[in-house]
């Protein structure tokens, strides 16, 4: 364990290449640490198996992950993922994809495919849609949530869950951050290509004003006393609806 979170860290040291497509740079950072990858960001990634709580995709549920690398996030749903009509995982690196191609081998109901978010367009709209800390990691964070909204089924879910930090002035949630927090975790993150911008959530409040949104924070390793803030978003893709919104600063 501790081999393995000394060659994770020492990834993290040298950051994600400035240079090539943003698919070569995701490989030339993933690929020597792909094995390592799920169990260290365990400690790392807070709030996905409660956002999937909070979606509960019901069994014939068609499901869409959108930058879902390993497909660590699918193995939480344990026994109910074969119950699911469909599920597609979508992302840029094939050395993280191949990873859950061994993890899904034999669910034929589980696609793996090598696609961009901003531009995937499956052949049946999916109920749900997952974002689970790849937003922060799309440098098109916008265009790949459009087209999110676009392609959900109408009534469908779309959950986010990410990093952030909040503008100087509060919002766009209901927590402020410090001067420190939106000073730090930025400049922490994005030297291994993780960009925390307080932009995500205000265009996915805007885009889907029925929503539930829960700001939180949690440890990180190797930090002691650290708390990196992030959110979980649920919105509904039907605005013939009159919105109904919740916060809760968890």
């Known amino acids: 364990m501790i081999a393995s979170d000394i060659r994770i860290l020492a990834r993290l040291l040298l950051g994600q290449p400035r240079r090539g497509s943003h698919a070569e740079r995701l490989q030339a950072f993933y690929a020597p640490q792909a094995r390592d990858y799920d169990r260290f960001r365990e400690r790392l990634l807070h709030g996905r198996e409660a956002l999937l709580r909070l979606m509960d995709p019901p069994a014939g549920a068609r499901i869409l992950e959108l930058g879902g690398g390993t497909g660590s996030n699918l193995a939480l749903f344990g026994q109910r993922l074969a119950e699911f009509e469909r599920v597609e995982l ?8 191949e990873q859950a191609r061994q993890r899904t081998r034999g669910m034929d109901n589980v696609h ?15 109920d749900f849609i997952l974002f689970s800390y790849s937003l922060t ?13 676009e392609i959900l089924r ?3 879910t779309l959950g ?8 100087a002035s509060g919002g766009p949630g209901t927590v402020r951050h410090d001067a420190l927090t939106r000073f730090f975790w ?7 290509g993780v960009h925390p911008n307080p932009d995500h959530l205000r265009l996915l409040r805007q885009r889907l004003p029925n929503h539930q949104l829960l700001e939180r924070r949690a440890p990180v390793p190797y930090l002691p ?23 809760d600063p968890g």
């Open 90 to 97: 979508v992302d840029l690196c094939p050395a993280l994809l």
């Open 112 to 126: 793996v495919i090598e696609a961009d978010a901003t531009s995937y367009r499956p052949e049946t709209p999916p």
């Open 160 to 167: 986010v869950v990410d990093f952030y930090v909040s503008d």
């Open 154 to 156: 109408p009534g469908g």
């Open 225 to 247: 006393g650290a708390r990196a803030p992030y959110y979980l978003f649920l919105g509904r893709g039907d605005r013939a609806e009159s919105p109904e919104t919740r916060s």
């Open 186 to 192: 930025p400049r922490w993150f994005g030297h291994d």
């Open 137 to 149: 990691m799309i440098p098109d964070w916008r265009g790949a949530i459009l087209n999110a909204i």
